[in-house]
């Protein structure tokens, strides 16, 4: 009996899930910013919520878009099913900084138990500049 077909099968099927996988985890498009002095992305744990602002200022957490005046009733629900989870803020860089400023608050009002920014990291300050 000759497995060698179905082998080639596995691994093309294997190959296909490495490759979609991690473009299903992004999701949405969100430009975030760039900067120089990025924290170590820390693994392990409980995955955070995402809570993304898209350039046009709408709401998504964990890619399902949040009706508009709902941010803090939906972020409490998410809160209150699992406590125990961060949430990472992913504002697109074209949003004014007055709105993702004013997504943070209610964030912190309601206490999440951790909170970062997500950014992406620049070698440089010319670079970080350039990209602006």
């Known amino acids: 009996m000759n497995v060698t077909p179905l082998v080639d099968v596995v691994l093309v099927l294997l190959i296909i899930f ?3 996988i991690p ?4 999701g949405l498009n ?3 910013p ?25 709401l998504y957490l964990d890619q399902k878009q949040i009706p508009e005046g709902q941010l803090e009733a939906f972020l409490k629900a998410a809160r209150d099913r699992e406590p125990n ?9 074209g949003v004014r900084y007055g709105e993702v400023r004013g997504v943070l ?3 912190q009002r309601l206490g999440f138990p951790g909170m970062s920014l997500r950014v992406n990291q620049r070698t440089t300050d010319a670079e970080a500049l350039a990209s602006n």
């Open 18 to 20: 490495m490759v979609v």
């Open 23 to 26: 473009a299903m985890e992004q």
């Open 30 to 32: 969100i430009e975030v």
């Open 34 to 58: 760039g900067i120089v002095n990025a924290d170590e992305e820390k693994e392990g744990g409980i995955d955070p919520f995402i809570l993304s602002v898209s350039k046009g200022g709408a």
């Open 85 to 93: 989870r961060r949430l990472v803020l992913r504002g697109d860089r």
């Open 105 to 107: 608050a209610t964030v």
